[in-house]
């Protein structure tokens, strides 16, 4: 019994860890994106993101909505020219690692819809979208962009 405690009390200190930044008034992580790196940090809702720039962008046969990775990170603070890598987490902790190659393209972009509504309530609130790349680099519940300089 004193085992499943120890348990139930550390997974309870991960969720209240993963869940926000001191100081943001943020009910839920997957409604938000966090940006981070060097030294910014900044946070953006869907409508955040609807304000900046609009792409669209096809992955296996479906048609996303969102803004362009390279339009939002620069939006963030972010220098382009020198990111070396960016890297996707979902809420569940799984990542992928894109190259600048891919962080630039016009059609990489961070989706908060689909073209013809919401997006799959197993995408979460946000994903990537990177036509013609591998499924596993196309993230879903997409939590935070982590940029490597």
Do not use: H, W
């Not at 200190?13 to 900044?42: H, M, P, Q, Y």
């Not at 992955?59 to 996707?88: C, E, H, M, S």
């Not at 819809?113 to 596993?136: H, I, T, W, Y």
Request: proline share 3%.
């Amino acid at each position: 019994m004193r085992r499943a405690s120890l348990y139930l009390l550390i997974l309870t200190l991960l969720v209240v860890a993963c869940t926000g930044s001191a100081g943001e008034s943020v009910t839920s992580s997957e409604n938000v994106l966090r940006i981070t790196g060097d030294s910014i940090e900044k946070s953006y809702a869907a409508d955040d993101l609807k304000a900046l720039e609009v792409a669209q962008a096809s992955f296996r046969g479906v048609d996303y909505v969102g803004v362009p990775l390279a339009v939002l990170l620069q939006d963030a603070g972010f220098d382009l020219q020198t990111i070396k890598a960016v890297k996707a987490v979902a809420v569940d902790g799984f990542a992928a690692n894109y190259g600048p190659e891919l962080v630039t393209r016009t059609d990489t972009i961070v989706a908060y819809d689909q073209a013809n509504g919401p997006l799959a309530e197993d995408e979460g609130s946000f994903r990537m979208v990177l036509p013609d790349q591998e499924g596993k680099l196309n993230v879903r519940q997409l939590v935070e962009i982590q940029v490597i300089p």
